[in-house]
């Protein structure tokens, strides 16, 4: 069976720090693009990162791109998130792309993935 699992949520106050890991199991997570998601209860989910396989090339969405930062391993991926604010709280999901890329005009949509986490929640106090 494939699987994503999300780790390394928790609640943290304003301003510090979370790194958020994927591990893939089941298949090779080498070849595919890896995005990072999250969704806030009552709305829909919201792309925030997308690295690509062939040469870690990636995007971030602009709203958050001085604060995080993805990266990978061979089979695992990861979210940087610094600087945490109140408005970063959400339930955050990892997704492995449908092929080994990521593109600037679509890195933040659904549909370019086949393959999801459960999760993971963050929780950034005021």
């Known amino acids: 069976q494939v699987h994503l699992v999300e780790s390394g949520g928790g609640l943290v106050q304003t301003g510090g720090s979370l790194r958020l890991s994927c591990v893939a199991s089941?298949?090779?997570?080498?070849?595919?693009?890896m995005g990072w998601f999250r969704q806030v209860p009552g709305k829909g989910r919201e792309g925030v990162s997308c690295?690509?396989?062939?040469?870690?090339s990636n995007y971030v969405a602009n709203s958050v791109k001085d604060r995080f930062t993805t990266s990978r391993t061979k089979n695992t991926t990861y979210l940087q998130i610094n600087s945490l604010q109140p408005g970063d709280t959400a339930v955050y999901y990892c997704?492995?792309?449908?092929?080994?890329?990521?593109?600037?005009?679509?890195?933040?949509?659904?549909?370019?993935?086949?393959?999801w986490g459960q999760g993971t929640q963050v929780t950034v106090s005021s």
């Open positions: 089941g298949f090779n997570l080498d070849y595919f693009a």
């Open positions: 690295i690509s396989r062939y040469d870690d």
């Open positions: 997704a492995a792309g449908i092929g080994p890329g990521c593109a600037a005009h679509s890195f933040n949509h659904e549909s370019e993935y086949d393959t």
